[in-house]
Nanobody
């Protein structure tokens, strides 16, 4: 079992920044691939970014490239998502998820999910 707790969401103006965190417990964090997903109202959940267990490889959705950075601190069992230049279309509930290596990009490859944190970007 893996427990995941997100934090760092909130309300921000367009062009602003937020840093999401995801604290993990229950299994060896450093053995898990991790991902950030988001779900906007009326839309399906989509991947934002993913990272391999050691952090050596990452994946970004087109919408996130150049603006978001996924990272992890295995010593602190924590996953991060730095989001810069936020846009109103980034408004969604953001979820962190844990899955099997190397670095899955599909939702079904992730077996453990957090409760989500709301990000709202005003124009």
């Amino acid at each position: 079992q893996v427990q995941l707790v997100e934090s760092g969401g909130g309300l921000v103006q367009a062009g602003g920044s937020l840093r999401l965190s995801c604290a993990a417990s229950g299994r060896t964090f450093s053995s898990l691939a991790m991902g950030w997903f988001r779900q906007a109202p009326g839309k399906e959940r989509e991947i934002v970014a993913a990272i391999s267990p050691t952090g050596s490889t990452t994946y970004y959705a087109v919408s996130a490239k150049g603006r978001f950075t996924i990272s992890r601190d295995n010593a602190q069992n924590t996953l991060y998502l730095q989001m810069n230049n936020l846009k109103p279309e980034d408004t969604a509930v953001y979820y962190c998820a844990a899955g099997s290596p190397p670095r899955p990009t599909t939702e079904r490859k992730y077996g453990f999910w957090g409760q989500g944190t709301q990000v709202t970007v005003s124009s």
